[in-house]
T-cell receptor
């Protein structure tokens, strides 16, 4: 069964450094998402991406964040200058629009630790 | 804006006992509702979903959920819990995005412990 994959599983970085989190969505999917979960808190929507552009972003997704689909398979989340509060689990998800239904399939997550 | 409340942070049940996890949502239009499960070190796995039609939906692993519009609820049930069901369970409501796709709003999750 196809699945969403994410690398790395755990990333440790120093405050102020740039990080890139990578995701490979399911191959025939068209919509791509990033969510994050700070320890002990809810899973929160960050951004959705369709047709090579952002379709919606949350207030969390400020200028420090960017997303890209550099080739036909990868979907990346870049944090330009990490802060301590960016420490969280980051989940990638993808979906394919089938009529009026839309189910998101999630990857296993990348745990980002900012020191 | 949509929101989801899962009133129970932790639940402990004995193996073989029945289970009900509560979920209440707030959303202005017809909701798209989901239950996901997360085992340690794993991603979020979809258990079941409700878009329209029959208000009792069946999912994987023997789970079911009932949509009750009058109560704004979408509770998850299982008649007989197995030790492997121990995990964290998340209820979510989806809002359609203008460009297509759904933005999911999650509850805080319920941690299920199963006693043997």
């Amino acid at each position: 069964e196809p699945e969403v994959t994410q690398t790395p599983s755990h990333q440790v970085t120093q405050m102020g450094q740039e990080v890139i989190l990578r995701c490979v969505p399911i191959s025939n999917h068209l919509y791509f998402y990033w969510y994050r979960q700070i320890l002990g808190q809810k899973v929160e929507f960050l951004v959705s991406f369709y047709n090579n552009e952002i379709s919606e972003k949350s207030e969390i997704f400020d200028d420090q964040f960017s997303v890209e689909r550099p080739d036909g398979s990868n979907f990346t989340l870049k944090i330009r200058s990490t802060k301590l509060e960016d420490s969280a689990m980051y989940f990638c998800a993808s979906s394919v629009l089938a009529g009026s239904t839309d189910t998101q399939y999630f990857g296993p997550g990348t745990r980002l630790t900012v020191l | 804006a949509q929101s989801v409340t899962q009133p129970d942070i932790h639940i402990t049940v004995s193996e073989g006992a029945s289970l009900e996890l509560r979920c209440n949502y707030s959303y202005g239009a017809t909701p798209y509702l989901f239950w996901y499960v997360q085992s340690p070190g794993q991603g979020l796995q979809l258990l079941l979903k409700y878009f329209s039609g029959d208000t009792l939906v069946q999912g994987i692993k023997g789970f079911e959920a009932e949509f009750k519009r009058s109560q704004s609820s979408f509770n998850l049930r299982k008649p007989s819990v197995h030790w492997s069901d121990a995990a964290e369970y998340f209820c979510a409501v989806g809002a359609r995005l203008t460009g297509g796709g759904n933005k999911l709003t999650f509850g805080t999750g319920t941690q299920l412990k199963v006693e043997l």
